[in-house]
């Protein structure tokens, strides 16, 4: 990267620099549909062009420290723009855009040496557009792993029904990953309440088989250990007639078919015998 004709361009792109900015600021803004804005764009990839020319004019290679502060800077671009939305291919045509810049700007004559430069300036940069993207993808991976993450803790809420009954009302299908949650949190709420009473209500599950049952046990065994009692509420006809079919035996745990029925069966072994002067 030491060769004069890289030296001449990068002269000529800090000569222009303004320029190129103005130039790449509009090509990205044209591509954005407005979801950012120009003064926006210019903060973002000032920056990453004075941070190539000062890797370029230090002669350092690809891979060295030079271009560190260039990926770095990159490497942020890319997080802001997975969470802003953008896809890949708009967000490496970024950095993609800078030689259309770079020409327009006149930075590069028609001189056969400073056409060689180009094309190797045009390999770095392709090197860095391609860096934009992986880094895109794993951010926007990360993303989207966070946003499941949050999904699944917002659908296994446990809920506290009367003083020492909670209820985890479940909907839809219940798996290895989200029955540790239901057991994480129902174990800290048992513990935060000190409850000793617990309905796992399956009203909203679709289906029960056999995996579906060893998860609910699992989670009642959890339970118990923390010294609560569990109730299985929500058993519908088709569902009851699917466990009896699947030979599936949920021993001593109480099992009701509706919440509202263990409701009543928890607030009688809690010990409350009337509510609103009706008898439990």
């Not at 973002?44 to 290679?61: H, R, Y």
């Not at 009367?162 to 290895?176: F, H, K, R």
């Not at 989670?219 to 509420?233: F, H, K, Q, W, Y």
Request: aromatic share 4%.
């Amino acid at each position: 990267m030491t060769e004069p004709g890289i030296q001449r361009i990068t002269e000529a792109i800090q000569q222009r620099r303004a320029e190129v900015v103005a130039n790449w600021v509009a090509t990205v803004a044209g591509s954005s549909r407005g979801r950012i804005t120009e003064s926006e764009l210019t903060a973002e990839l000032s920056p990453i062009l004075d941070a190539v020319i000062a890797a370029l004019t230090s002669g350092a290679q690809r891979s060295g420290e030079a271009f560190g502060e260039v990926r770095a800077l990159l490497a942020e671009l890319s997080r802001s723009r997975a969470r802003q939305g953008f896809s890949p291919t708009e967000t490496a045509t970024s950095v993609f855009a800078l030689k259309q810049a770079i020409l327009d700007a006149g930075a590069s004559s028609t001189d056969p040496e400073n056409l060689l430069a180009y094309l190797e300036l045009s390999r770095v940069l392709d090197d860095l557009a391609l860096f934009t993207f992986e880094t895109y993808a794993e951010a926007r991976d990360r993303i989207i792993t966070e946003q499941a993450e949050e999904m699944l803790e917002l659908s296994t809420p446990v809920v506290k029904l009367w003083d020492g009954i909670v209820a985890v009302p479940l909907v839809g299908t219940l798996d290895s990953a989200r029955t540790q949650v239901v057991t994480e949190k129902l174990l800290q709420t048992l513990v935060d309440t000190g409850s000793e009473h617990a309905i796992i209500d399956i009203t909203g599950v679709p289906a029960v088989d056999t995996q579906v049952a060893q998860h609910l046990l699992k989670t009642v065994v959890a339970a118990r250990l923390m010294g609560a009692d569990c109730i299985i509420s929500g058993i519908r006809p088709q569902i009851a007639q699917t466990i009896v079919a699947l030979g599936i035996e949920f021993g001593d745990i109480a099992t009701k078919a509706s919440l509202a029925d263990a409701l009543v069966l928890a607030l009688r072994k809690s010990g409350v015998t009337s509510l609103d002067n009706q008898v439990v």
